[in-house]
């Protein structure tokens, strides 16, 4: 393993420190911006406590639709703040403070490499162009990595050649995929812990544990629940205890489930109750039934997704049926009176009439 460098992250909180044209930081502390023009992004300057340091590699994470943009970055040794501030309020390029000193532009590439560059301080610009009004980006942020380090110093002294030279920028290709991953693997605790991995890692938790999220809209802090429930709910799996439980959870309301063996074997004696009651719950010993009261005029439910939610932690063999409770509901040629069913009351009129609304009608 490779000896550990250091990182400089512009994610987040540290992209509210830098400077904007144009762009726009969202809630979630995203830089977007959309339509033609140009957009700027001037990333604090960072300070590396060291003379004349060296400087490895730059990675962007975003996206970009119809538009082109690039990347500048420069080193220096002496603190050049206040020529930056100055220049910055006069809405000139912010690239002349840097004229004479080495820097790296890349254009369309968010993986460049640093090592033309040398000084204490790092400057950085992200220079956006939109194509018309079609064009927009998202910039999740990016990350900066120093000091120089190469795999040839790894490698038998006959390869270690001059630096920059074609065999090591050849093995700088492999060096920056096997870092990438060796990361990757460093922040797999970050998705473990589900009471503080980012709201963005949540899905992809989800879907190391059973894909149990996919096809669901499940709200942040729903996930972060189920995480705290999994094993339990997992375990008892096909139970009745588990679907009640699911069901609340999703919509906020309490189910009862009729199995057959609690209205079929004390109604036998009754033939035509019996048959009614197989009609509504149904006929056969793998059926049971899900009734939920909807009638407190709380959460909308998709009938489609909970359908499917009670299918899936339904036992193998098992078929369910699912009964919404609602106002006025008319099963066959009879209307129940419970919950599901109310009456008016009608009233006569008199020949002497009633006010209504100012106006008087006579029966």
């Not at 000896?3 to 420190?17: F, H, I, P, S, V």
């Not at 094993?231 to 309490?254: P, Q, Y």
Request: with cysteine; proline share 3%.
């Amino acid at each position: 393993m490779m000896e550990n460098g250091k990182k400089r992250n512009y994610y987040r909180l540290a992209l509210c420190e830098g400077r904007r044209r144009r762009m726009e930081l969202t809630e979630d502390y995203r830089l977007t911006g959309r339509g033609g023009g140009a957009f700027l992004y001037l990333a604090p300057v960072y300070d590396s406590m060291d003379l004349q340091g060296t400087w490895h590699r730059l990675v962007l994470e975003g996206e970009f639709v119809h538009c082109k943009y690039e990347i500048l970055a420069a080193a220096t040794d002496a603190d050049r703040a206040g020529e930056m501030e100055e220049v910055w309020e006069q809405g000139a390029a912010p690239e002349s403070v840097w004229q004479q000193d080495a820097s790296v532009r890349r254009v369309n590439t968010g993986d460049l490499l640093l090592h033309g560059l040398t000084g204490r301080y790092l400057w950085v610009l992200i220079r956006v162009w939109g194509a018309g009004e079609d064009s927009h980006f998202r910039i999740e942020g990016f990350r900066v990595e120093f000091p120089w380090r190469s795999f040839t110093d790894y490698l038998p002294e006959i390869y270690q050649g001059e630096r920059d030279s074609f065999f090591e920028r050849y093995m700088t290709g492999l060096q920056s995929v096997y870092e990438d991953l060796e990361e990757q693997a460093e922040r797999i605790p970050e998705y473990l812990d589900y009471e503080s991995t980012p709201d963005e890692n949540l899905p992809v938790l989800a879907c190391w544990t059973g894909d149990w999220a996919a096809g669901r809209d499940y709200r942040t802090e729903q996930l972060r629940r189920m995480f705290g429930r999994l094993n339990r709910l997992n375990s008892g799996r096909g139970t009745a205890g588990v679907l009640r439980e699911m069901i609340k959870f999703v919509t906020g309301r309490d189910a009862v489930l009729v199995e057959y063996f609690k209205w079929h074997d004390w109604m036998k004696r009754n033939t035509e109750q019996l048959a009614l009651y197989g009609r509504l719950y149904g006929e056969h010993e793998d059926r049971f039934t899900v009734i939920l009261d909807v009638t407190d005029g709380g959460v909308e439910m998709d009938r489609q997704a909970l359908e499917k939610l009670v299918a899936d932690y339904t036992p193998f063999g098992m078929q369910p049926g699912l009964v919404l409770l609602t106002w006025s509901s008319h099963m066959d040629t009879h209307c129940y009176l419970d919950r599901n069913s109310r009456l008016s009351m009608p009233e006569q009129a008199g020949t002497d009439g009633f006010a209504l609304d100012g106006s008087y009608m006579l029966g």
